[in-house]
């Protein structure tokens, strides 16, 4: 085992587990906000699980992913906009919990809990299939294009994962607000779609071709 890219690994998932606990559990006031517990568990067990198989079977592609960083300028303004979507529906998902202004019943919670485990199941599945896969928009030395297994559904599955993921995630947190919240990312990754069709037609050979076999982008038969 590659102990850097261990250390790197941990340090970014702690950091994660700290930064997500003082944005739910700080507004909350309390660490009695149970679906933040909940949160926190179906969000980061799966992904230390996921990263000791990338550690195993393809390092390469967990340390592409850890150190991926934008370099086009539209990019890296989707970027802060997600970022500032997750922290406006996490503090407010805890300020609904302090305050109780709209109080979701356990079934919703757990249902979308179980849309969340799905989003993550898929998201696994993309990661296995393609190699190329990357947190930037970019076309990576000897990159071909993958049309087969969920890409042979729509042409970005990994957004496809997020989008179960991301919408899900406020109401496993109990907040109806935080999830009108997090509606934005629907314009967020519709932008970012634009502008990685952009990258891969201009340089990603057959990718236009592709396009024109695999209709649609994230929904089957939607979108």
């Known amino acids: 085992m590659n102990g ?7 340090t970014k998932v702690l950091s994660g587990v700290l930064l997500v606990g003082v944005l739910l559990f700080l507004p909350a006031g309390s ?3 149970w679906n933040g517990w909940l949160l926190m568990a179906v969000l980061f067990v799966p992904m230390i699980v996921a990263g000791f198989v990338m550690m195993k079977k393809s390092p390469e592609l967990l340390q592409k992913r850890l150190n991926a960083k934008e370099e086009q300028s539209e990019q890296k303004a989707v970027v802060v906009l997600s970022g500032l979507m997750f922290i406006a529906a996490f503090i407010v998902a805890g300020l609904n919990y302090r305050f109780g ?9 757990f ?11 898929l998201y696994a599945e993309v990661l296995r299939e393609n190699a190329y896969l990357s947190r930037t928009v970019e076309v990576q030395e000897n990159q071909k294009v993958i049309d087969t297994g969920l890409y042979g559904v729509v042409r970005h599955p990994m957004y496809m994962s997020t ?3 991301f919408l899900s995630m406020p109401l496993v947190l109990g907040s109806v607000i935080s999830f009108v919240i997090m509606l934005v990312y629907i314009p967020i990754i519709a932008k970012r779609i634009r502008n990685e069709e952009q990258v891969l037609e201009e340089g990603l050979e057959g990718y236009s071709e592709y396009k024109k076999r695999v209709k649609h982008k994230v929904i089957p038969l939607i979108w």
């Open 31 to 33: 660490f009695s906000y």
């Open 111 to 121: 249902v979308a809990t179980l849309v969340f485990l799905l989003g993550y199941v």
């Open 4 to 10: 850097k890219l261990f250390a790197q690994a941990i």
């Open 163 to 165: 989008f179960l993921l």
């Open 101 to 109: 202004w709209i109080v979701l019943p356990n079934w919703i919670v």
